[in-house]
């Protein structure tokens, strides 16, 4: 039998790749992804363990990274931290990106009328990542920063992320039987889940107490794409229970027009997504007819 084309293209393509790996850049890379929320500080024996490495190797990958500002000493001892210039480099990269330039103008306005602080956050797997904030001018306590990641099912901003998602995509996403609970409105399976983001969907947004820090709610919106799909939550950290009814109202409205605003600009037309979701019901309402004819 013959080999696949396909499959010795890509076994080709990937030994080729191999020998420009360069083995030390590698471990550099993989040390630095070991320091997380959790793990904040390592020692160099907890990254030996945890890469496999001789401890030997680890203290010149150190020495390295600490040299070039990407490490440094955890108030000047044996163990670790990540330096200024991972946040240097990643904050660079968020400022590349289309989105947080479009909207971190846009965040700053609507924190100026409605007095609250405002946040942009995207997907990554099963968490929002924050990518633009903009502080309060009131004193407000919010302990979110860019970069932080919380999980996508048992926050308001990710049930927003989470709504372009089908149930099937969602249990791919979360194939454990019982999700993760961090509140009393957590989520409990993905059945609950997916009966939160289709009520987000349907109302086009969402106002819900928040889930990592008391007495806070979230009024967040989607913001879409050119082609329609949601690429990232707009959001305002409120204290709802100490509002009136018109002034949440009146702030749910400045979030979504906000949100609407940034979609305008990131190409996205509502005439046009409506046509592209009616032709899709359509393909699937006559989809099932013809299956239906070939069962009869």
């Given at each position: 039998?013959?080999?696949?084309?396909?499959?010795?293209?890509?076994?080709?393509?990937?030994d080729?790749?191999?020998?420009?790996?360069?083995?030390?850049?590698?471990?550099?890379?993989?040390?630095?992804?070991?320091?997380?929320?959790?793990?904040?500080?390592?020692?160099?024996?907890?990254?030996?363990?945890?890469?496999?490495?001789?401890?030997?190797?680890?203290?010149?990958?150190?020495?390295?990274?600490?040299?070039?500002?990407?490490?440094?000493?955890?108030?000047?001892?044996?163990?670790?931290?990540?330096?200024?210039?991972?946040?240097?480099?990643?904050?660079?990269?968020?400022?590349?990106?289309?989105?947080?330039?479009?909207?971190?103008?846009?965040?700053?306005?609507?924190?100026?009328?409605?007095?609250?602080?405002?946040?942009?956050?995207?997907?990554?797997?099963?968490?929002?990542?924050?990518?633009?904030?903009?502080?309060?001018?009131?004193?407000?306590?919010?302990?979110?920063?860019?970069?932080?990641r919380?999980?996508?099912?048992?926050?308001?901003?990710?049930?927003?992320?989470?709504?372009?998602?089908?149930?099937?995509?969602?249990?791919?996403?979360?194939p454990?039987p019982?999700?993760?609970?961090?509140?009393?409105?957590?989520?409990?399976t993905?059945?609950?889940?997916?009966?939160?983001?289709?009520?987000?969907?349907?109302?086009?947004?969402?106002?819900?107490?928040?889930?990592?820090?008391?007495?806070i709610?979230?009024?967040a919106?989607?913001?879409?794409?050119?082609?329609?799909?949601?690429?990232?939550?707009?959001?305002?950290?409120?204290?709802?229970?100490?509002?009136?009814?018109?002034?949440?109202?009146?702030?749910?409205?400045?979030?979504?027009?906000t949100?609407?605003?940034?979609?305008?600009?990131?190409?996205?037309?509502?005439?046009?997504?409506?046509?592209?979701?009616?032709?899709?019901?359509?393909?699937?309402v006559?989809?099932?007819?013809?299956?239906?004819?070939?069962?009869?």
């Amino acid at each position: 039998m013959s080999a696949n084309p396909s499959a010795v293209a890509v076994a080709v393509a990937s030994d080729s790749l191999d020998r420009y790996i360069v083995p030390g850049l590698e471990r550099g890379l993989r040390l630095l992804a070991e320091f997380s929320a959790r793990d904040r500080v390592l020692s160099a024996a907890d990254l030996s363990r945890r890469l496999d490495v001789p401890r030997s190797t680890v203290f010149r990958l150190l020495a390295t990274l600490e040299s070039t500002g990407y490490v440094e000493r955890a108030d000047g001892g044996r163990e670790y931290r990540l330096g200024l210039a991972v946040l240097r480099l990643g904050f660079d990269y968020l400022a590349s990106l289309e989105l947080t330039e479009l909207g971190a103008p846009l965040l700053n306005r609507l924190r100026d009328d409605i007095e609250y602080p405002c946040n942009l956050v995207v997907r990554d797997g099963r968490s929002v990542v924050y990518v633009a904030k903009a502080a309060a001018s009131r004193p407000f306590a919010s302990n979110v920063n860019v970069g932080a990641r919380l999980p996508a099912h048992a926050t308001v901003l990710g049930h927003v992320l989470l709504e372009d998602l089908g149930l099937e995509q969602l249990r791919a996403l979360y194939p454990e039987p019982q999700l993760q609970v961090y509140s009393d409105n957590t989520p409990r399976t993905v059945d609950a889940l997916f009966e939160l983001v289709q009520q987000v969907q349907q109302r086009g947004y969402v106002l819900q107490e928040g889930f990592f820090e008391a007495s806070i709610s979230t009024i967040a919106a989607p913001v879409r794409d050119r082609t329609g799909k949601v690429v990232a939550a707009l959001g305002a950290t409120v204290p709802a229970s100490r509002l009136p009814a018109e002034e949440l109202d009146h702030m749910t409205q400045k979030v979504r027009e906000t949100a609407g605003e940034l979609s305008r600009l990131l190409g996205y037309r509502a005439h046009r997504h409506a046509r592209a979701a009616q032709a899709r019901v359509i393909s699937m309402v006559r989809d099932e007819r013809e299956g239906d004819d070939v069962h009869d």
